[in-house]
């Protein structure tokens, strides 16, 4: 099946610690008429799967493909939705996809089965995969006051292995681009500027 590329819409990626939602910020401030998101949203369902993954209430394991799932369809296409937003002329910066859903849910749940489950959600027009070295994010989220059931560095090393094979199946797919993650954060930034421009044609603010 050949999924959709949805226009205007980046999403950038990585393990724990990687700086994700830093540069997804930043990027969505420094591009005009962009506007931030995430995932899990803050919807509903996205509110629940956080508290499952800070570990205030238990489920089993193979729910949370479905959980995903579910959050991602009203991210999408529900009310004031990544899609609404596109329509309304909006270049949508999102951290975290159905990229993530993959590289984590497949430790316990055939990979297999997870892309099958997210082939009907739109591909983004470019993906940022922020390639940070598992000792160097851990270090990041040991310094964080909370953390969730993922932050283990033998679990974040697995993870890793997870994106890098993800990515070199979706590359001929869509727009992918790797960032190293040991680089300062004005130098990712300006590499996720000068991406955008030349694959999006994005208009940078200033």
Known sequence: MTQNILE????IEGIDGAGTTTQA???ASNIKNAIFTFEPSNNPIGLFIREILKGQIVVNESSLPYLF????????FGQSGVIENINNGKIVICDRYFFSSIAYQ???FPKDKIISLNEDFPLPEIVFFINTPVEEA?????CRKERDMFDSET?????????IEIFDYYKDK?????IDGLDSIDNI????????????KCKISG
């Open 25 to 27: 910020k930043l990027l």
């Open 155 to 163: 679990l974040q090393k697995r993870i890793l292995n997870n994106y």
């Open 8 to 11: 205007k819409f980046i999403v």
């Open 106 to 108: 497949s430790l316990s």
């Open 189 to 200: 930034l300006n590499k996720l500027l000068s991406l955008s421009d030349i694959l999006c």
């Open 174 to 178: 869509t727009n992918v681009a790797i």
């Open 69 to 76: 799932s579910a959050d991602r369809t009203e991210h999408l």
């Open 138 to 142: 851990m270090k990041r989220i040991n």
